[in-house]
């Protein structure tokens, strides 16, 4: 029943349905397009998301056959367990810096990147292509850098900063996982926004310059409140990959030095699978997804109040 | 409209197929090859005639049987899977497919027993064997269990779940050129007073002393517990002093043995290639510094062989000695090395069928009886066999050097097999944080000491 009322309301473009007539055979147009899309998302994501949820009342390990119920257990030592609360601030840390870093390099090289120049289209393919590159081959890169490329480049140069390697030192590994993040996802947001530049009408900047206005004042008032639905894909972006972060942790720092740069999606995956402890793992996955589910939807619920209509 | 409907119906259709056909499991990476047209001269009417005697009631069908290995010694796929060929030459009906794992054993065993997808056989740590107990089968009947002194660490409760592959030892390696050129004698180093004289001899010759692998699973695992063997050769001595860290009863900053061990690891340090950037030295780079002869000592695994292979292939050049705690004669440390056998294989019946696990029994036999498998894991993977009727031995040094130890009786127990499966991820950490004078010996203490309080 609440299927084909789903269906039915996402038919009449998000619109209550009981207002227009139930018409049948729009109902099967609509269940074969959207069907296939709603039972894959059912059995992969929904199905694995309440199993999940059954498995933070239980003390299971991932791989005995026993499991016994042990009620509230896990979201108690969750709440208690200070390194997951330190992995949090980290991670938050890391995705203030991602975020911003990242979104402001990628808007002025959009900017940049509008004009006409004859080789601005090699320079955006350029800027994309670190995207392309997977991960964990990105983070054994770097990590080769650092380790091997810039500590005797600092050596030679009597640079302190870059003498002891980034990923080894406590206090830079979090510099080192940013570096590569914004490195990553730099030439995406590019992507975004120069097509966010593209969409504002020639017309009005045209009457800007008529009115006066010069370059900056043409970006403050006109391009950037007619940007600000590129703001809100790409700050959701940002900042879901930010705290979804895994692969670039495991491959560039392994939660290294000792541990210091475990970023909260690093740390779960160590609860769950080296401590064994499959229950606590589930809890706290379930923690990370309602505090990004909370950030997102403020994020984007606020930064649609400032989209403008032309 | 009917026919444009149909067709969106039918496309619909193709598409869902094509991506439930993907999601079909496929968790072999290698398939062996049957060859049943090679006549095999040696079908081995002696290893046909044990096998008939360790399981004359357990006749398999002569339908097809596909057996397949977890392999998580990553150094040794290649020989394994030689093996498997070798196997299936001699019994065309079974197959056997390895599959290679990197990372923990039990990181890919999880994923592989919620997918359905167990392997019939599954090589695992010595943490691992507790939780996996229910899920394998029963071992004790096998006909090589009287053939190994290495059994204890196989079972659990008091049950055998699992198959004893190799046995390692861990010590500090050395480098007989090294040594010789600052004119060491390794032999009479049974002193922590002796290995600081060797070091500074070694340093006078313009090579770093020492060098010290970074990895949190060898400090955490295999150097750090030291000082816990020094109580005696038994396993269950060592037990109890695990017992009794967990219980919170034993002091470490006023243990002597694991004061001596830490005044040793100083003193390794103080001569650490790289003494800067100690956390540079990752595995590999630490075997190439020693095999290259860039350091005269690393404490290593009889493992990284293969490592020293690819950069220095003198079999003569390399061998063990014991990580010395103290300058007392009567501390065992001294004079042995921790060896025991390390990688276990189980066998599942939760996913597995009966024919299976018969399969994967006959393959465990045929690894020690036969000449084919011993050849596999003796002198292909260059691994000590556990298993005292295989007369052969491997030609490298390391493995020479840690059979001379087995031989003498100087051995100590393996005490990685009996810490929880994530001591060496939190305490190896802590030993990096001290290996690069960030913490002091009174810190990592505590965290020893609170780490086994609350491990359960």
Same mark, same amino acid.
């Given at each position: 029943?609440? *299927?084909?009322?789903?269906?039915? !309301? ?11 007539? &139930? ?65 949090? *601030? ?55 850098? !650092? ?14 900063? !870059? ?28 992507? +975004? ?28 008032? +006109? ?17 879901? %990959? ?25 740390? +779960? ?28 939807? $403020? ?12 | 409209?009917?026919? #444009? ?16 056909? %993907?999601?079909?499991?496929?968790? $072999? ?7 049943? @047209? ?44 030689? =093996? ?32 359905? /997808?167990?392997? @019939? *056989? =599954? ?16 071992? /004790? ?8 002194? !290495? ?6 409760? %008091? ?71 020094? @109580? ?7 037990? @109890? ?18 004061? %001596? ?27 190439? =510094? ?6 005269? &000592? ?43 056998? #390390? ?114």
């Amino acid at each position: 029943m609440t *299927i084909r009322l789903l269906l039915a !309301f996402i038919g009449n473009g998000g619109r209550c349905p009981m207002k227009s007539k &139930f018409n049948k055979d729009s109902f099967i147009n609509q269940l074969i397009f959207t069907g296939p899309t709603i039972f894959i998302f059912s059995s992969v994501v929904l199905l694995s998301f309440v199993f999940g949820v059954y498995l933070t009342f239980t003390n299971w390990d991932g791989i005995s056959a026993s499991m016994s119920f042990v009620g509230m257990e896990n979201y108690l030592a969750v709440m208690s367990d200070s390194k997951l609360w330190s992995s949090l *601030i980290l991670t938050i840390q890391y995705v203030f810096f991602t975020v911003t870093i990242a979104n402001a390099l990628a808007f002025f090289l959009a900017y940049a990147l509008t004009t006409k120049l004859k080789g601005s289209n090699l320079v955006r393919a350029g800027f994309f292509i670190p995207n392309l590159i997977g991960g964990i081959i990105m983070g054994v890169l770097w990590n080769m850098i !650092f380790n091997y490329v810039l500590v005797p480049f600092g050596m030679q140069m009597n640079w302190p900063i !870059f003498q002891v390697s980034w990923v080894n030192d406590e206090k830079m590994a979090l510099w080192a996982l940013i570096t590569v993040s914004v490195w990553q996802s730099m030439g995406y947001l590019m992507i +975004i926004y120069v097509a966010g530049f593209m969409s504002v009408p020639k017309e009005l900047l045209e009457a800007g310059s008529v009115d006066g206005a010069n370059g900056f004042v043409k970006l403050k008032k +006109i391009i950037m409140p007619l940007m600000v639905p590129s703001f809100v894909i790409c700050l959701f972006i940002s900042t879901k %990959g930010g705290f979804m972060v895994y692969d670039v942790n495991k491959s560039l720092t392994a939660g290294g030095p000792y541990n210091s740069s475990e970023l909260i999606s690093y740390h +779960i995956y160590q609860t769950a699978f080296m401590r064994q402890d499959f229950g606590k793992g589930q809890a706290e996955a379930l923690l990370l997804f309602l505090i990004v589910m909370v950030v997102t939807l $403020t994020q984007t619920s606020l930064m649609k109040k400032m989209e403008v209509e032309m | 409209m009917k026919k #444009t409907k149909a067709l969106t119906f039918l496309v619909t259709l193709v598409m869902l197929s094509s991506a439930i056909g %993907g999601c079909a499991s496929g968790t $072999t990476t290698t398939t062996v090859a049957t060859n049943a @047209t090679e006549t095999t001269t040696a079908v081995n009417s002696e290893s046909q005639a044990t096998d008939a005697a360790t399981t004359p009631e357990e006749t398999i069908s002569s339908e097809p049987v596909t057996i397949s290995l977890l392999n998580t010694k990553s150094e040794i796929q290649t020989q394994l899977e030689d =093996a498997a060929k070798a196997f299936n030459l001699q019994n065309p009906n079974i197959t056997v497919e390895v599959i290679i794992s990197t990372g923990t054993p039990f990181e890919k065993l999880t994923a592989m027993y919620a997918s359905d /997808s167990a392997p @019939t *056989i =599954a090589m695992l740590d010595g943490g691992d064997l507790a939780k996996i107990k229910d899920r394998v089968v029963d071992l /004790s009947s096998e006909k090589w269990v009287s053939d190994t002194s !290495f059994i204890e660490e196989c079972k659990v409760d %008091g049950t055998l779940v699992s198959f004893p592959l190799v046995v390692e030892g861990v010590g500090l390696i050395y480098n007989k050129a090294v040594l010789e050129k600052a004119g060491v004698d390794p032999a009479a180093i049974t002193t922590q007073v002796a290995l600081e004289d060797a070091l500074i001899k070694i340093e006078a010759t313009g090579v770093a002393g020492a060098v010290i692998c970074k990895e949190d699973w060898s400090l955490g695992n295999h150097l750090s517990v030291i000082p816990y063997t020094n @109580t005696s050769r038994a396993a269950a001595d060592v037990k @109890t002093v695990l017992a009794d860290l967990k219980a919170g009863t034993l002091d470490l900053t006023q243990d002597k043995a694991w004061n %001596g061990f830490v005044d040793t690891l100083d003193i390794l340090m103080k001569y650490n290639l790289n003494k800067e950037t100690p956390l540079n030295n990752d595995y590999n780079k630490s075997n190439e =510094a020693i095999a290259t002869g860039k350091a005269g &000592f690393l404490f290593q695994g009889v493992w990284a062989w293969p490592d020293f292979v690819k950069v220095n292939a003198d079999i003569n050049n390399f061998g063990y000695i014991p990580y010395p705690i103290s300058n007392d004669a009567a501390d065992i440390c001294n004079t042995s090395i921790q060896v025991g056998a #390390t990688k276990f294989l189980v066998i599942d019946k939760d996913q597995n069928s009966v024919d299976q696990q018969i399969a994967a029994k006959r393959f465990l036999n045929w690894l020690v009886y036969d000449p084919a498998g011993q050849t596999a894991i003796v002198t292909n993977a260059q691994c000590i066999s556990p298993f005292t009727n295989v007369t052969i031995a491997p030609e490298n040094p390391l493995a020479k050097s840690v059979a001379s130890y087995i031989q003498s009786g100087n051995i100590l127990v393996f005490t990685g097999n009996l810490c929880p499966s994530d001591h060496w991820s939190v305490l190896g950490g802590q030993w990096q944080k001290y290996v690069s004078g960030n913490t002091d010996r009174a810190s990592v203490a505590k965290e020893i000491m609170t780490y086994w309080q609350n491990a359960d």
